[in-house]
């Protein structure tokens, strides 16, 4: 690289640069939001007894934050040469399973007692690369470590969750998303106003990940991050304008209800999946009668269904509010 190149590289705007890698947790110790998993993830590196592990849990909660940090914790400046990432979404075969984690476990090395292989989105692996997995689990297992990662532990073997010891990591709190986003914004210098950081916990629904994202995004249109500036950059509706939508069902006036619906599709772009997603987090402070809110729940889960397997999105969705309507409240 020329003198002038790096000299362009190191004038480069701060804003350039991932925030969500810039601030991910190096250690366990700066975890947010799962101090009962990291306390036992401790224990086990203070023991040095670290046995196969399984992440459960949804996205940007701090599953792949942690194995990292196991590695560094585990291994310190030569945790790369000692621990190997596969995403299994994308090397779904058996072929993945018998050769690189084969080749991986199988070299030898010095001055620990075992390697870490992580395979993320283990779910996404098929039945027969995780019966050859089980295998190579036994086969390495007197100097192989494996942490698995899943959404949804339900698609993990049992002859493989049996091996491991499973960790559930839940959506992250609201206050831990709000420190970690006035952590960022007073480093950064940005000035985030107390509705603009509410609009991002909404937002982010307990995803960290979703959370920086977004602040990174927002921070660039303006001196300020609101409300207004995070809704528009992630897409997402406002709560009460959901709520509004949904009560003019209710009370009978569908015509209403559908232009508001048309309002967040075409106008704001805002995805059918997504605003069933804020309906069925958001049901429940629509301050409705239980009857309302399991009538509302029902039709959700419905829409959600058809829309999954297919269906036109904002079809299901006028369809769902056109449901609501024709039982108005009494």
């Known amino acids: 690289m020329s003198e002038s190149e790096a000299a362009e590289g190191d004038?480069?705007?701060r804003g350039r640069e991932v925030w969500i890698e810039k601030y991910r947790p190096q250690t366990l110790d700066d975890v947010f939001g799962q101090e009962h998993i990291v306390e036992r993830l401790e224990s086990y590196i203070a023991k040095d007894d670290l046995p196969h592990l399984l992440f459960a849990g949804p996205a940007g909660v701090g599953k792949t934050t942690c194995a990292t940090a196991i590695a560094k914790e585990v291994y310190g400046d030569e945790w790369r040469e000692n621990f190997l990432e596969l995403n299994a979404s994308d090397e779904r075969g058996i072929d993945v399973v018998r050769d690189r984690i084969?080749?991986?476990?199988r070299v030898s090395f010095g001055g620990f007692d075992y390697?870490?292989?992580?395979?993320?989105?283990?779910?996404?692996?098929?039945?027969?690369?995780?019966?050859?997995?089980r295998r190579t689990m036994e086969q390495f297992s007197n100097n192989t470590r494996f942490i698995l990662s899943c959404n949804y532990s339900s698609q993990i073997i049992d002859p493989i969750q049996s091996r491991c010891a499973v960790f559930r990591f839940a959506p992250l709190s609201?206050?831990?998303?709000?420190?970690?986003?006035?952590a960022i914004a007073a480093n950064e210098g940005i000035e985030v106003t107390d509705d603009g950081v509410d609009a991002l916990v909404y937002a982010a629904a307990g995803d960290m990940r979703k959370a920086i994202n977004g602040l990174q995004a927002a921070s660039?249109?303006?001196?300020?991050?609101?409300e207004e500036a995070v809704y528009a950059i992630t897409s997402t509706a406002r709560p009460e304008t959901v709520q509004e939508m949904v009560r003019k069902a209710l009370d009978g006036d569908f015509t209403a209800a559908r232009s508001q619906l048309d309002t967040l599709i075409?106008?704001?772009?805002?995805?059918?999946?997504?605003?069933?997603?804020?309906?069925h987090r958001s049901v429940w402070e629509f301050?409705?009668?239980d009857r309302e809110a399991v009538r509302v729940m029902d039709r959700i889960g419905e829409a959600?269904?058809?829309?999954?397997?297919?269906?036109?999105e904002q079809v299901q969705l006028e369809a769902l509010l056109a449901s609501l309507a024709l039982e108005p409240e009494e």
């Open 11 to 13: 004038s480069r705007p």
């Open 102 to 105: 084969k080749n991986f476990a």
């Open 115 to 133: 390697r870490v292989i992580f395979l993320d989105e283990a779910d996404a692996l098929t039945s027969d690369a995780q019966s050859a997995l």
């Open 174 to 182: 609201d206050d831990a998303v709000e420190d970690q986003i006035r």
């Open 220 to 226: 660039t249109t303006g001196d300020t991050v609101d």
């Open 266 to 279: 075409t106008e704001e772009g805002i995805a059918g999946g997504d605003i069933i997603d804020q309906l």
């Open 287 to 289: 301050g409705l009668a």
């Open 304 to 312: 959600d269904y058809r829309i999954t397997v297919g269906a036109n």
